[in-house]
Each structure stands twice: as C-alpha cells, then as structure tokens.
C-alpha cells in the first residue's frame, strides 16, 4: 500500500502498483509452482486486470505461462480455460499394481467408465480404484 493523500488532505491508503513490465511478469511466473496460480496469472492476462500487455508482448507473456506450466508438468484444458495436472496412465490388464492408500497389491482386472479394477490379493475381492492411487509393480 502507498499512503497518499485525497483533495480534501485525508490520507488514505491507495493499492500499491502492480508490476507492469514483461520481465516483472516472466519473474513472477517463474515463481509460481501451483496450477491455480497459473490459472490465475492467465485470467488475468486476459482481462487485462494487471498486465496490459498487446503485441508481441502479449504473446511473449502467454508463452512464459506455457512454459512454466510445462516445467511443473501441468498441461491446459482449453474448455475450462485453466491448468492442470493429467492422471498417469491406466495400467495394462494383468499388470500387478500397489494401492498407494493401504499398501495391499494386486492385478488389473478391467477398467470402468473412469476407474480401474482390480482383484487384490490378501481379501479376495475386487475394488475400483482412480488411477491416481495405484502404482505399478
């Protein structure tokens, strides 16, 4: 915040200058490590709410958000118009996996709509599990 003050002589406090350059954003996005912030940062550019970038320099911004988006692993779902992190791969019928919640291991039996099935070994019973909480043995 900058203290100033009004036409009457009032001090208040007004919002600080937001960075404005290009090298001030490419610095603050490579201080970014979360996908929302990224989402963010891209909204933003859009709207023009902090950077009023055109041109070149408006590209040049976007591919600095590309591109730390691509260190973290994240890619950009185009109808949501935000960042995110993908699921990895579902594993292959047959392949022997370990649930990462409990530690019990066991093989891929099939697939529903979204998750994966799979008939663990110590309780006899198949589960769906998201692809997110297995890992291949």
Request: proline share 4%; aromatic share 12%; charged share 25%.
């Amino acid at each position: 915040m900058v203290n100033t003050q009004n036409s009457q002589g009032a001090a208040y406090s007004a919002p600080t200058p937001l960075a404005r350059t290009l090298e001030e954003f490419r610095i603050r996005v490579a201080g970014m490590n979360k996908d929302n912030q990224l989402t963010v940062a891209g909204k933003d550019l859009v709207k023009g709410y902090e950077w009023k970038f055109a041109g070149e320099e408006y590209w040049q911004a976007w591919r600095y958000l590309f591109n730390r988006a691509g260190q973290l692993g994240l890619t950009y779902c185009k109808h949501f118009k935000r960042f995110y992190k993908p699921l990895p791969p579902k594993p292959a019928i047959g392949d022997r996996v370990r649930l990462t919640s409990t530690g019990s291991t066991g093989i891929v039996t099939g697939y529903s709509r979204f998750n994966v099935i799979v008939n663990i070994d110590q309780e006899q019973r198949e589960a769906e599990v998201s692809v997110e909480y297995l890992e291949k043995i």
